[in-house]
């Protein structure tokens, strides 16, 4: 589930460049705002009856608050976190950044949720800090300015998608997968559907030539790389750990910049070295305690 996670997000951050701007011709076709609106209005309209039927779990102020922490802090602010972030950096590099998040979940579940800290994770969570810093040194970006704007917008979204998974898993856990994502999809509907209009979407589908084509790349990632992708995350969290979890960013960089230099990106050296680095801090954090406290028993 994990690896499969890897392949479909790390797929993700192409599918919305590919929205953007046309491979071919480098046309502009939708716009940062539109394609995450979009990417929200389908994903969400594909569980909307779903959620209709299980909007009953809503019992409380407590349980509409956890539901809507995981509909707008793991879907809804990170879509369009991630595509501003693509205005500016390489889809590679936003997938390897997107490698803070299991070190945002252990500090947020540790921090917020009493969750216990184990001196090894405590050092893998510094040798990632070490790698995501070398990230940043190496970085090559599309576009030179507001470059740091791009960086720290993919960051905030993974403290967004952290801070989902440890609701998920503390808060929630009593909840079947399908209820949580189907019930979170379903609160951002329509906010999606305003900006749908806001943003004037349906007329860039109506004058823009490449529109169709965009379309198609956006479906894929809203139905397979968001929807779907979600609720088999969502198993994840409930069949595992917070950490464990959110551990499947460690392996998207890995697809990310694979798929982003068979599109033409360049990945420099630096960035290849520190993302070994993160992975090494993912290793200490996540499997060597566990393989310790096997060993014990």
Known sequence: ???????VWGSSFILMK???????????IFNNNQVATLRMLLAAGVFLPIGLRYIRIVKNKQMFFNLAGVAFLGNFLPAFLFTFAETGI????AGMLNSCTPIFTLLIGTWLFRQPLIKLQIFGVLIGTI???????????????GRWYHVFAVVCATICYASSVNIIRHNLGHL?????TSVAFTFS???????FF?????????TNDYAPTALIYISLLAIIGTALAVLLFNHLINRSSALFASSVTYFIPVVAVIIGYLDGEIISGM?????????LGVFLANALPKIKRKSKQ
Do not use: W
């Open 1 to 7: 589930m994990l690896l499969l996670l890897a392949i």
């Open 18 to 28: 590919r929205g953007m701007v046309d491979k071919a011709t480098q046309e502009a």
């Open 90 to 93: 390489s889809s590679g590099y």
């Open 131 to 145: 790698g995501i810093i070398g990230l940043v040194n190496g970085v090559a970006v599309v576009d030179t300015s």
């Open 176 to 180: 079947k997968p399908i209820q949580v």
């Open 189 to 195: 509907f329509l906010p999606a559907l305003v900006l």
């Open 198 to 206: 806001i943003f004037h979407v349906p007329s860039t589908i109506a």
């Open 271 to 279: 960035q290849v070295i520190s993302m070994i680095v993160i992975l």
